[in-house]
């Protein structure tokens, strides 16, 4: 007897091809808001121009999909020349390409698009009651598709943080309240952490990186009740924290140096006030909000108060553990997300208070584990025991198993819901400022 694919995976090819045109219409959106004038722009280094990943997302569809079916038109040149981003670990790289008029790309995106979508129903209804492996299933391609899209709406998100245009002076958005005597750390007892997802679940879809399960035991410690803010942050960049070479690893006090490093990207001072950038505006430094920095800054400002970042078991333990020595889908139980729980899926371009979403606590009364910006972990990213990379994709994860790279836990506001689920991991070098990511402090008991 065959094992059926996932409900998730083999759902109705009506619902998977209506997420994928969601999933287009987001970034659709995006580059209407980019603008043609803009798409030239290459706002950080480390990154193409926005021009390429025009072109990318339907060639990285294109190349994933087209094997499945009757190929409904022959190679074209934009298949290759947009096939790979760039993730450069030494800084500013030079954009090989003279690239392609926006009206060229475009065209090609719609014969692209066109083509698969004549040929995607097809390919599903061929599928709907096989028995395959569902990781070579077209239906887990789709899905691969949609979340690659979808992680690149990220992308362009915080690329547009750093873009050029002209930023007003904003006003304060009003301060989020703290919770009057509520503890700035909670002791979470010695548990067991189960990292990652079986390959055997049938639950849905994954990469290759989530699997295979890994129980890990993790002794008592804190863990910040919620991340670390802008105002408390303030505090580090008051006190020297940029300047003392003791609180940095050498590679990050190395960063420092040669990009002269002297607070979060995020930030800057203007007229003698801190202020922080939005996509249109500066706006004073709302104490309350999340810091977004890299692991480099993350980690010194951990050590500058005696602490250290919480591994990703230990992020695990405090987001889906409970007292009694269970485990959680998502921290507040088992109820799907919802706005209640938290600021992802788009919902806002810019951060709440650190304090807000009491309805997403873990069992532990941990905050903000879910939005509001990723977490950085001590961890490298590195695979689990058994780890086998994805045929459709071999260097998905491998080729940043180099101990240079982070993992992140959480979401950010403008992170699809669908990351949410718990065996996610993402992942960034550790000198990489421009994410929207945060962190909370740890200590062990």
Same mark, same amino acid.
């Given at each position: ?58 060639? #990285?569809? %294109? ?184 609180? %940095? ?82 921290? %507040? ?15 806002? %371009? ?85 994410? #929207? ?9």
């Amino acid at each position: 007897m065959t094992v059926p694919v996932a409900e998730h995976i083999r759902c109705s090819r009506t619902h998977l091809l209506a997420e994928l045109g969601e999933a287009r219409r987001r970034t659709d959106t995006l580059f209407d808001l980019i603008g043609p004038a803009r798409l030239t722009e290459r706002p950080i280094g480390e990154r193409h121009p926005f021009l390429f990943y025009l072109g990318h997302l339907e060639a #990285f569809d %294109w190349n994933l999909l087209h094997g499945r079916f009757d190929r409904p038109r022959g190679p074209l040149p934009f298949d290759r020349l947009f096939a790979f981003g760039i993730d450069p670990l030494d800084g500013n790289v030079d954009a090989p390409h003279d690239w392609p008029e926006p009206g060229e790309i475009h065209a090609y995106n719609r014969v692209t698009r066109s083509a698969l979508d004549a040929a995607l129903p097809k390919a599903l209804d061929a599928e709907r009651f096989s028995g395959d492996d569902p990781h070579a299933n077209t239906a887990f391609l789709v899905h691969a598709a949609i979340e690659h899209r979808l992680m690149h709406a990220e992308t362009m998100a915080y690329m547009l943080y750093r873009s050029a245009v002209p930023r007003r002076i904003g006003r304060a958005p009003v301060s989020g309240v703290r919770e009057a005597g509520g503890p700035s750390s909670l002791h979470i007892p010695a548990g067991k952490a189960t990292l990652g997802i079986a390959r055997s679940s049938l639950r849905g879809f994954a990469w290759d990186n989530e699997h295979d399960t890994s129980v890990v035991d993790v002794p008592a410690f804190e863990i910040g009740r919620c991340k670390v803010s802008n105002g408390e942050y303030l505090r580090f960049v008051e006190a020297g924290g940029y300047e003392d070479a003791s609180l %940095w690893t050498a590679e990050g006090w190395h960063w420092r140096e040669r990009a002269d490093v002297r607070h979060p990207a995020f930030w800057q001072r203007i007229d003698g006030r801190w202020h922080v950038r939005t996509p249109a505006e500066w706006i004073p430094l709302p104490a309350d909000w999340p810091v977004y920095v890299s692991h480099s800054e993350a980690s010194a400002y951990a050590r500058w108060a005696g602490a250290t970042l919480p591994s990703e078991a230990q992020w695990h333990r405090a987001a889906f553990g409970t007292p009694d020595g269970g485990e959680r889908p998502m921290p %507040w139980g088992d109820a799907a997300p919802d706005a209640s729980r938290g600021l992802f899926d788009f919902n806002a %371009w810019t951060p709440g208070s650190v304090d807000a979403h009491p309805a997403g606590d873990s069992a532990f009364g941990v905050r903000g584990l879910v939005g509001n910006g990723w977490e950085w972990t001590s961890t490298p990213f590195a695979p689990f025991e058994g780890f086998r990379a994805h045929a459709f994709y071999p260097g998905y994860s491998a080729d940043f198993f180099d101990g240079r790279h982070f993992v992140l836990k959480g979401a950010s506001p403008r992170t699809a819901a669908r990351f949410l689920r718990r065996s996610f991991r993402n992942w960034y070098q550790a000198n990489y400022p421009y994410v #929207f990511a945060g962190f909370r402090c740890a200590r062990s008991r």
